[in-house]
């Protein structure tokens, strides 16, 4: 869960839908995370079979069950962007509690959207009917030259809706922030300038990635993979590996940006860090027990404190709040071994 969940914490991607002049939909996304040089070497390609017979492909991360994008061909194609609206670790912890509570976390509702949907119909519904743990941007794409829609959710339901349209609208674009409010500034900008250069009459697969989606800063020192994909046609999906030679990084902008989203921390791991040993104990527990979270130390370990690097060998149980055990190593037998800070 918590793994999943790392995505809504701090992610910072950019999501493209174009039509071409022969009225196909062309969809395409970088997915930007910390930890960058590690997560492109767990980044692969999935195609997910139900009974011998292929449901979709996406591009998926090792040890994730949800999924961040994915295409069913013939039918639609799913980007999933964080949405940077937090104001503090309470309110992250919160959206960490929903999930754990029953409310859809993100990435699983792209992944039921795919499994359980036929057509972008389906699958726009879907996306903006069912409540979610935490606010986002679905980018949905179809087969149809006027199927594409960038939905903006809060947990409370749908905040803004941006289409494609059959007029003069040829593309949409998010990256992040709330465009039709605050403005499209830097990586939107710059999207905005690229695809406008490469015009309607010469976007493909081919210059949507190399000439929009590859340009920094779309594509930065924390990029990890570059896909693209178009719904109407099968075997479509692209994904490679970003390599990133800039040396600048995000813009000076970004970074403050990104910064006072988390009031100083700056990456997943620091807020991680930050909310557990400063703020988790001693906060959390009177903050949101009206909604019934319950913090309880078994015993208070005596050891010494395990450091970044070092490997650690546990046992864990999860359970609902209704006592559900919902995974357990102590009932497979199995203890759990990772090393600490490094994914």
């Known amino acids: 869960m918590l793994v999943n969940t790392l995505y809504e914490l701090e992610a910072y991607c950019t999501g493209v839908i174009a ?7 062309l969809h395409g996304r970088v997915m930007d995370f910390d930890f960058s040089d590690d997560m492109r070497k767990g980044t692969y390609n999935a195609r997910f079979v139900k009974g011998g017979k292929p ?33 503090d670790e309470l309110t992250a912890l919160k959206s ?4 754990f509570t029953g409310v859809t976390e993100v990435s699983w509702l792209v992944r039921d959207t795919l499994t359980q949907c036929a057509d972008f119909q389906c699958a726009y519904n879907k996306l903006k009917v069912t409540q979610t743990s935490s606010k986002c941007y679905f980018i949905l794409s ?33 990256t992040n922030s709330d465009h039709w409010r605050e403005g499209c500034n830097d ?5 905005d300038k690229d695809l406008s250069n490469v015009g309607q009459l010469n976007i493909t697969q081919e210059t949507l990635r190399t000439e929009v989606l590859e340009h920094h800063p779309v594509t930065n020192s924390d990029s990890i993979y570059i896909a693209t994909f178009s719904p109407a046609f099968n075997n479509s999906l692209f994904s490679e590996p ?4 800039n040396p600048t990084g995000p813009s000076k902008k970004e970074k403050k940006a990104r910064k006072s989203n988390w009031n100083g921390h700056q990456t997943a791991y620091e807020i991680f860090r930050g909310m557990i040993s400063d703020y988790f104990y001693p906060t959390v527990q009177a903050a949101v027990a009206s909604e019934g979270l319950k913090i309880e130390v078994v015993k208070k370990g005596t050891g010494p404190t395990v450091k ?3 490997q650690v060998t546990i046992h864990y149980t999860g359970r609902l709040v209704n006592g559900t055990v919902f995974d357990s ?15």
């Open 96 to 99: 960490i509690y929903a999930a």
């Open 142 to 174: 179809g087969i149809q030259s006027h199927d594409g829609v960038v939905i903006t959710k809060s947990e409370n339901g749908v905040d803004h809706e941006d289409k494609l349209s059959n007029g003069t609208a040829w593309f949409l674009r998010q």
């Open 19 to 25: 039509r071409d002049l022969k009225a196909n939909v």
């Open 242 to 245: 970003v390599k990133y030679t």
């Open 187 to 191: 990586r939107c900008a710059a999207a």
């Open 55 to 87: 449901v979709f492909d996406a591009v998926m991360f090792a040890g994730t069950v949800g999924v961040y994008t994915g295409v069913k061909y013939g039918g639609f194609g799913i980007t999933l962007n964080e949405r940077t609206q937090r104001q």
């Open 308 to 310: 970044k690097g070092q």
């Open 329 to 343: 190593s102590v009932t497979r037998g199995k203890p759990f071994t990772c090393t600490i800070g490094v994914g």
